[in-house]
């Protein structure tokens, strides 16, 4: 039982770039997020998936999208990379009981030159 | 969303108690209190959630006045490795999605 895996844990690129961040879980949880953290404060909510099929926008989905592909896994693309979205990427499930306890995976840190 | 403001660093000794207090002035009818822990370079990990009242677990202990305007976690005897940043949310069914808002938390340092 991995919990939640992200590929990949770091990644470089270079302004107007393109990318995907992978995310799987293997809880069986129908909801998926995706958050990021920049240095030195909490985390942002960009898009999330309540269940396989529908994704919705979070805080901060400006230069990002979605795909939740089935109920394992939600990526996050970057078409068109800029500096301002530096930063560490965490993907989350969460549990149905608890209602608010969501496992996240480890992170991706991205640096956009 | 209810908007949450808890301290932004605290410290503390190992062994002794640490408590954390959280306000929620605008907490819904529906939202529940969670808790969060994160250290460096790591995702945030659960601790506790409570609506009313007191909740225990084997790790914190989460008070809630009745008027639900602020909690408190309470971390017994805490040691170095408790040294984190949490967070306090406040979330409620939004969309059918349970979204959490999360702030820029409190930084606990334990010192030795």
């Known amino acids: 039982n991995a919990g939640v895996t992200q590929t990949p844990k770091f990644q470089v690129l270079k302004t107007g770039q393109s990318m995907t961040l992978q995310c799987a879980q293997d809880m069986n949880h129908n909801s998926m997020y995706w958050y990021r953290q920049d240095p030195g404060m909490g985390l942002r909510l960009i898009y999330y998936s309540a269940s396989e099929g529908t994704t919705d926008k979070g805080e901060v989905p400006n230069g990002y999208n979605v795909s939740r592909l089935n109920k394992r896994e939600f990526s996050l693309r970057l078409e068109s990379a800029a500096p301002s979205q530096t930063s560490v990427y965490f993907c989350?499930?969460?549990?149905?009981?608890?209602?608010?306890?969501?496992?996240f995976g480890p992170g991706t840190r991205l640096t956009v030159t | 969303l209810a908007k949450t403001t808890q301290p932004i660093s605290m410290d503390s000794y190992e062994g002794q108690e640490v408590n954390i207090t959280c306000s929620h002035n605008?907490?819904?009818?529906?939202?529940?209190i969670t808790w969060y822990q994160q250290f460096p370079s790591q995702g945030p990990r659960f601790i506790i959630q409570?609506?009313?009242t007191k909740v225990t677990n084997e790790v914190a202990s989460l008070f809630i006045p009745a008027d639900r305007k602020s909690s408190t976690l309470s971390l017994p005897r805490v040691s170095l490795s408790d040294t984190a940043v949490y967070y306090c949310?406040?979330?409620?069914?939004?969309?059918?999605?349970?979204?959490?808002?999360f702030g820029s938390g409190t930084r606990l340092l334990v010192r030795p």
């Open positions: 949310l406040v979330g409620g069914l939004m969309d059918s999605s349970y979204k959490l808002i």
């Open positions: 605008n907490i819904a009818t529906n939202d529940y």
């Open positions: 989350a499930s969460r549990n149905e009981n608890p209602l608010y306890e969501q496992y």
């Open positions: 409570g609506y009313k």
